[in-house]
């Protein structure tokens, strides 16, 4: 049996860093589901749509799903640029004609995760709080022109679009009110 440092050194060399920012992102998300009182599910296989969100309701005294859903796909990226009041990403042209695509069921949005350059800061852990470090954007891009790029598109989300509960909450007001199709 090794010791600890030997064991650190290990698994810091058996995960990706984009693996790394990848579940970082998903578990920002999941929070940020959870805090806002939705069920969240990842799918499997990436066929285009990263997960879901689920409404809820009370009937009878329980808590069942209401049928209403959001799709999401997720980007983590240290190459997020901010200027002026909008955020800068170059997203692959694949993903970007998943997101305008207007022959789906589900209303789909993109979520942008930034991370800050230095890996180090990535998340902070005390004994008081942990802190996810920089935030999320989404955006919504159905019906928009397809790209005939075939490997970027850069795409700008407004600031004001941070994905927070208070943005997934009224996202999914939109869709139960049929205003997100």
Not at 18 to 42: D, F, P, W
Not at 88 to 94: G, M, S, V
Not at 108 to 114: G, N, P, S
Request: charged share 30%; hydrophobic share 30%.
């Amino acid at each position: 049996m090794g010791n600890i440092e030997s064991t650190i050194e290990y698994i810091e060399d058996t995960i990706t860093e984009q693996h790394i920012k990848e579940g970082i992102s998903k578990e920002y998300v999941k929070a940020i589901a959870y805090y806002t009182g939705l069920n969240i599910k990842e799918y499997e296989y990436d066929y285009g749509i990263d997960g879901t969100f689920s409404g809820v309701k009370v009937r009878d005294g329980r808590i069942v799903s209401n049928g209403f859903n959001l799709d999401f796909q997720l980007k983590a990226s240290v190459n997020v640029v901010e200027e002026g009041d909008a955020v800068k990403y170059n997203l692959e042209a694949k993903n970007y004609n998943d997101l305008v695509d207007e022959e789906t069921g589900t209303p789909r949005i993109l979520i942008l995760y930034k991370l800050p350059r230095d890996k180090e800061t990535w998340i902070n852990v005390n004994k008081d709080k942990t802190i996810f470090n920089c935030c999320a954007w989404w955006c919504y891009l159905r019906g928009k022109e397809p790209t005939n790029n075939k490997e970027k598109k850069t795409i700008r989300i407004p600031k004001n679009q941070q994905f927070d509960e208070k943005s997934l909450k009224q996202l999914m007001n939109q869709v139960m009110r049929g205003e997100l199709i």
